[in-house]
């Protein structure tokens, strides 16, 4: 473990850092939508995971970027983690990475040159292990550490999936438990016990290449990857996406058990906050423990997925072969007012 402290340098820590929904949708109103190609089949249009552009032999091509500041401290792990979490949104929409672009802001007059190139040594560990070339990419001298990926990935057009396309009666899954952000929060205010540390660098560090497999599925309907915005706020745009609402059933959601001493602590991130006011009446009132597991902002978080019932056996035996237990936490319902997601226990 290197000397360094990564996060004290930065004002934010992995997705957390990401602008709220509800800011970013002004944002891109005032940009507009964009000029449209007829192969670009996703745009910047609606929050999906990617760009996907028709290639026009049956393969999309997949384009997307990811970066943030530290969200652990060794240089080595935190290129890691945000290699992890770029290339994920390639295997939310069914798709191989083949090609990645680093994208490095490194204050240099705080943390040397040595550091930075730590943190492009882990990106370079990652993208080795799951095949795809870090092919070069451009650096700037910042006030805060950044780095992240832009990462081109491929498609068979047949199995892309989207955040949109859920269907009333469908089961919902989550690939990884909740609770990244409260842990990474208490270690960053010196709570974390000694038996926890890296509990949450395992979790962040457990590649989503599962998701190639599962677009496959027929009855996968809808695909996303849990990020900044919490469950809920990912949840809930796959809900406005398909039209529907959801149901969780709370005690089977997957959360990490060791995070809710800490939540009770009071280690609780910024972002949490935030993602729930960007909700509004998409998530009913319903008291802290609830709301703030639901919108704890991960960072290289799982996969959401909407699954007909009849192809849950499939989901679970893909599941199985990449050493998870997946079990629903919820289902697609009938949308009825503002409200997207409904919890009980």
């Known amino acids: 473990m290197s000397a360094i402290r990564l996060t004290q340098y930065s004002h934010g820590a992995g997705c957390g850092c990401k602008i709220a929904p509800d800011v970013l949708d002004g944002i891109l109103a005032k940009a507009g939508p964009g000029a449209s190609h007829s192969r670009l089949i996703v745009g910047n249009q609606g929050r999906e995971d990617a760009a ?14 990811d970066f943030f500041m530290p969200i652990v401290d060794d240089p080595f792990d935190f290129g890691r983690i945000a290699a992890t979490n770029a290339i994920s949104d390639v295997f939310a929409m069914g798709g191989s990475p083949v090609m990645a672009l680093g994208i490095l802001g490194w204050p240099l007059d705080k943390l040397g040159a040595d550091i930075a190139g730590d943190v492009v040594a882990g990106a370079q560990a990652v993208c080795r292990e799951l095949g795809l070339a870090l092919a070069g990419g451009h650096s700037i001298d910042a006030p805060e550490p950044i780095f992240g990926l832009a990462v ?4 068979d057009l047949e199995h892309l999936k989207l955040n949109k396309g859920a269907q009333v009666g469908d089961l919902l899954y989550l ?10 929060t208490a270690e960053k205010r010196g709570l974390l016990e000694a038996g926890h540390q890296g509990l949450a660098r395992r979790t962040m560090l457990e590649s989503n290449r599962i998701g190639t497999e599962l677009a496959r599925i027929r009855g996968v309907h809808a695909m996303t990857d849990v990020t900044g915005f919490g469950l809920a706020g990912h949840l809930a745009e796959v809900c406005e996406a398909s039209g529907v609402a959801a149901r969780i059933d709370f005690r089977r959601l997957p959360r990490l058990a060791e995070a809710e001493s800490y939540r009770r602590q009071g280690a ?5 906050q935030r993602n729930r006011d960007a909700l509004g009446a998409a998530l009913p009132a319903m008291d802290d423990v609830h709301w703030q597991w639901l919108c704890d902002p991960q960072t290289s978080g799982g996969l959401l997925l909407s699954v007909h019932p009849s192809w849950e056996d499939d989901v679970e035996r893909v599941g199985r072969d990449h050493g998870l237990e997946l079990e629903p936490f919820g289902q697609v319902v009938a949308a009825k007012g503002e409200a997207r997601i409904e919890v009980k226990g």
């Open 152 to 155: 081109n990935g491929l498609v």
């Open 52 to 65: 996907v552009y028709d290639l026009g032999d049956g393969r999309g091509m997949i384009a997307t970027t």
């Open 268 to 272: 609780v991130p910024g972002g949490t």
């Open 175 to 184: 690939t990884k438990p909740l609770g990244v952000g409260m842990l990474t």
